[in-house]
């Protein structure tokens, strides 16, 4: 027993130097998320680990939001989505919003949020945290409606091809575009985020972060 308390201890003490593995590069740590509107796991890891990280480290970080799920572009241009019609409604909506806020983070944040936290597009097929952040119904609507018109399905499919073939499912999770390095640190993404930020930051004097805690 004395054996095991000792072999638990060491590992506990090994996990911030686990967590701090993460690298900042200028000052900034880039996230890159593929989501998927249908999937509880997107649900979780962006209301719950994102969201809050952002809150707390938004001026640190630089957050890429790829809305696809799991999805096919099809030859005649359109999607199919593995969970239906709302999901794939759905992350059009975000593709669009994104692409609209495409220099305003913060908002985008507050739009992904709102999305998985009461997933209005998803369960409703509503507008409502469009609303929330005060961007144009109808400005929203006709891309959501025009896809044809615009790149949004083939750049998402493009760009999220290589980070679902290494990840094989959602929520994909990158840091600093660093595909099979970020494969080591997505159990603590996903689970402790904020943990895994602040442990990063911490290493870089200039940030003055301190006071990091494992979640």
């Known amino acids: 027993m004395a054996v095991i308390k000792s072999i ?28 998927g509107s249908f999937c509880p796991h997107t649900v979780n890891f962006v209301a ?31 999607v199919t989505c593995n969970a239906g019609t709302n999901d794939c409604w759905a992350n059009r909506l975000h593709r669009c919003v994104i692409d609209l806020l495409k220099d305003d983070q913060a908002t985008q944040m507050r739009f992904m949020n709102c999305e998985y936290t009461v997933r209005a597009g998803f369960l409703q097929g509503s507008y409502a945290c469009v609303q929330d952040i005060g961007l144009n119904i109808v400005t929203v609507d006709y891309c959501v409606n025009n896809a044809r018109r615009d790149n949004l399905d083939a750049e998402a499919a493009a760009s999220s091809a290589e980070i679902l073939a290494t990840f094989n499912g959602i929520p994909a999770i990158v840091f ?10 997505y159990s603590d993404a996903r689970n402790r985020l904020s943990s895994l930020i602040c442990f990063a930051l911490a290493e870089v004097p200039e940030t003055n972060v301190t006071g990091c805690t494992l979640m």
């Not at 701090?20 to 590069?25: G, K, R, S, Y």
Request: proline share 6%; charged share 25%; net charge negative.
């Open 48 to 78: 719950q680990q994102l969201a809050p990280a952002y809150e707390e480290y938004g001026d640190f970080l630089d957050i890429e939001f790829i809305p696809w799920g799991i999805a096919r572009l099809n030859e005649d241009g359109t």
């Open 176 to 185: 600093n575009d660093k595909i099979e390095e970020s494969v080591p640190l």
């Open 8 to 35: 638990a201890v060491a590992l506990y003490l090994l996990l911030p130097l686990a967590l701090a593995e993460l690298e900042v590069i200028n000052g900034k740590i880039k996230i890159t998320t593929v989501t």
